[in-house]
């Protein structure tokens, strides 16, 4: 007696990875957020591989909470947002970088930028680099600390992000440094105003995520004396 093959239904988290993989699909959840950015095949991948690998540490890794499937594209619409606004030539440094949220992905969308993520708990800073290791990502450096950063620092001037390290209304004074060139804000619902001195509004803008949240994200210059 034969009997037919055994056919396993595709998981939740296997649909989603397998439609980030796609360029187009990815372009599209892009454009419905309010971002025109159009991905490559290579960018897509790379971004695929990264949900894909957080997934399988997240069963036995507390990495950052549960994964529901909107998350995955709330925070590609986040990193591509931050990439958005980037000062061109300067390295990104990532504060409290976590399961790779905005960094990791920035890193996978321009695997030609520096970036450095910061980090305290050893169990994430491994993941990072597993993920850094795994696509490739060679301009990627992972650094366990807190901010400010000595290590970092001393390569020079860089940008500075953080999605969720510190309160909105604390992060700028976090951020601010002899080499925080530039400050980027990333802001919900809460909309402090500005309260550094020496910094001006250098580039912004608006999107929403799943669930129609409204975003903005903001990227403050360092005033040149």
């Not at 960018?43 to 690998?53: G, I, K, S």
């Not at 061109?88 to 440094?93: E, G, R, V």
């Not at 700028?172 to 001006?200: C, D, K, T, V």
Request: glycine share 6%; aromatic share 6%.
């Amino acid at each position: 007696m034969s009997y037919p093959p055994h056919v396993t239904s595709p998981s939740p988290l296997s649909s989603a990875l397998g439609e980030l993989a796609n360029p187009e699909a990815m372009s599209a959840a892009l454009s419905r957020a309010g971002l025109s950015a159009k991905l490559s095949q290579e960018q897509a991948t790379r971004v695929a591989r990264f949900f894909l690998t957080r997934a399988q540490w997240s069963k036995t890794h507390n990495l950052s909470g549960p994964q529901a499937l909107d998350v995955l594209s709330t925070d590609l619409v986040d990193a591509v947002a931050v990439a958005s606004i980037l000062a061109p030539d300067l390295p990104l440094s990532d504060v409290g970088s976590g399961s790779g949220v905005p960094g990791m992905l920035v890193a996978c969308l321009e695997p030609t930028r520096a970036v450095r993520l910061v980090e305290p708990l050893a169990k994430r800073c491994a993941f990072l680099r597993t993920v850094a290791h795994k696509l490739g990502l060679s301009e990627v450096k992972v650094y366990r600390d807190k901010w400010p950063c000595a290590a970092v620092e001393a390569l020079g001037p860089t940008q500075v992000v953080s999605r969720a390290v510190v309160s909105p209304e604390s992060w700028p004074q976090l951020a601010s440094g002899p080499q925080s060139a530039h400050i980027i804000q990333m802001l919900a619902h809460l909309r402090p105003e500005w309260p550094l001195e020496g910094y001006q509004l250098a580039s912004e803008v608006s999107y929403t995520v799943h669930g129609g949240g409204e975003r903005l994200v903001r990227r403050w210059a360092k005033v040149e004396e």
